[in-house]
């Protein structure tokens, strides 16, 4: 499927092919505008194998970071968080425990799209500190500014739409951390950081070399060791 105009260097993400949401009732194609300017022509076609990829892996680990968001406020509110899995009951009462939990379940997922040079810089892997989670935008609004030069390096930075959100209510994970807000609803968040992914090709796929984060109006480019 060719999604490409080249008379346009902006233009919607075609991926509904590739990408099921089942989570959201928005589109990826919706949501995500592509900027492809910098990018030569012949490298254009990569952009579906290569953001189909990672946007299907990032829209994973937002789902993660929000379900231990969940946790940790129910944690706060019940006093513990209990679980069942394959007949066998859980019950986390620490938040250290919780922690611990998700940062494994971070790990396997996070690990195996990632080279190993950057697994060997990793000084931590923390995630899940709001919420909605930041990768959230793949489905309220961003841009998508695919970079690719060489055959073997992409550079993608993920940049939310400015401005306010409102959040699903109909969603039950939303209606429950949003129980404790003072004022009425309608209530709305806003994504405050961008994103870059430096992707490199390994063998039949392409990996996660580097990720850099900044304010989403700032120029700086700072590098994330906790990712």
């Given at each position: ?222 590098r994330k060791y906790y990712f």
């Open positions: 499927m060719k999604c490409y105009n080249k008379a346009i260097d902006n233009q919607d993400l075609c991926l509904k092919n590739k990408i099921v949401i089942q989570r959201r009732r928005t589109t990826m194609t919706d949501a995500i505008k592509l900027d492809l300017t910098n990018t030569p022509e012949k490298f254009r076609p990569m952009a579906d194998e290569i953001l189909s990829q990672l946007t299907k892996f990032l829209e994973e680990l937002g789902h993660l970071e929000e379900q231990y968001f969940v946790q940790q406020t129910r944690l706060h509110r019940k006093g513990r968080v209990l679980s069942f899995k394959d007949g066998i009951r859980e019950e986390i009462i620490d938040d250290q425990e919780l922690k611990e939990k998700f940062k494994k379940l971070y790990c396997q997922l996070i690990d195996p799209h990632c080279t190993s040079e950057m697994l060997a810089q990793r000084r931590d892997c923390l995630h899940g500190e709001h919420y909605p989670s930041f990768f959230n935008c793949l489905h309220t609004g961003c841009t998508i500014v695919f970079t690719m030069k060489s055959t073997n390096k992409a550079t993608i930075e993920l940049l939310p739409n400015d401005g306010s959100v409102p959040y699903d209510m109909t969603d039950p994970d939303t209606r429950y951390v949003t129980e404790g807000f003072v004022d009425k609803p309608p209530y709305f968040h806003s994504y405050f950081e961008k994103y870059r992914f430096i992707m490199k090709r390994s063998e039949e796929s392409w990996k996660i070399d580097e990720v850099y984060y900044g304010g989403l109006h700032d120029t700086r480019w700072r």
